[in-house]
């Protein structure tokens, strides 16, 4: 596939530093966004951490000591991305066990990879993949909050005064010490020309609807352009936290 792609990233309001990261391993057609959290400068060693590991695995996997799983219901592209987000989930524990000062720290992780025809979306956390295809915005993950599942369980939006306040309250994260094994959300699907994958932060959605996000990629912007206008659009709504927006369109299958 040829892809075209871009990323923004900027600091919060309520920010002294942007604990988001982002990266693009265009050989890969591997895509990443992280929101990092545990205050000071640990939640930007958590999403730095994680993303590099990711990167570090695609380039050649993991050292000594890390174990695959085995899944004979998942292909080798998907079981690579999971076992690439395992190995990172240890990789921030690690760090946060090694320094008290990085203790309790975490982070999101969405991720787009492209491979074999079919785009593998993986997440953990409260980042976001949507993609545009056939003119209709579709979101492929679902935030792993009590917001959201206060909202499945009583069928409210995740807006509603009760229980909005709750967004920010994860029950899945990287680096989580409670947890050894991470549990990871995955879906899989066969992209087609000109669609779009938009991955994002919370400091983008928080202050965005899916109705803005849509109109947005609708209007045909090219993935720089978009991620400008998006990044605008939440800075004019004053989103307190982070924002990162990486689009990448699929220009040829």
């Known amino acids: 596939m ?28 591997l895509f990443i966004v992280a929101d990092g959290m545990g205050g000071h400068a640990s939640g930007e060693i958590a999403s730095w951490t994680a993303v590099r590991a990711i990167e570090t695995f695609f380039a050649g996997g993991a050292p000594g000591g890390f174990k695959p799983h085995v899944d004979t219901s998942l ?12 190995f990172a989930h240890e990789q921030v524990r690690r760090k946060a066990a090694a320094d008290p000062l990085y203790r309790g720290m975490g982070t999101t992780i969405v991720c ?5 025809g079919l785009a593998y979306i ?3 956390g409260d980042s976001r993949c949507y993609w545009f295809n056939r003119r209709v915005l579709t979101r492929l993950t679902r935030d792993h909050s009590e917001a959201a599942l206060l909202s499945l369980q009583f069928g409210l939006p995740e807006e509603h005064k009760d229980i909005v306040g709750r967004r920010h309250v994860l029950l899945r994260c990287l680096g989580d010490e409670e947890e050894d094994e ?3 959300d995955l879906a899989v699907l066969p992209p087609e020309r000109y669609d779009v994958f938009l991955l994002c932060s919370d400091g983008l959605h928080s202050v965005l609807s899916d109705k803005d996000i849509e109109s ?3 209007s045909g912007l090219d993935p720089e352009q978009l991620c400008q206008s998006l990044a605008a659009c939440a ?16 220009e040829e299958r």
């Open 2 to 29: 040829r892809l075209i792609h871009a990323a923004h990233s900027q600091v919060g309001t309520i920010r002294e530093q942007n604990e988001d990261a982002w990266l693009a391993v265009p050989g890969e057609q």
């Open 235 to 250: 800075d004019s709504k004053g989103s307190p936290d982070d924002v990162t927006v990486l689009a990448l369109k699929v």
């Open 182 to 184: 991470i549990e990871i």
């Open 122 to 124: 993986a997440h953990v």
């Open 75 to 86: 292909d080798r592209h998907a079981s690579r991305l999971l076992d690439a987000i395992r």
């Open 112 to 116: 787009v990879l492209l491979a074999g």
């Open 216 to 218: 947005a990629v609708a």
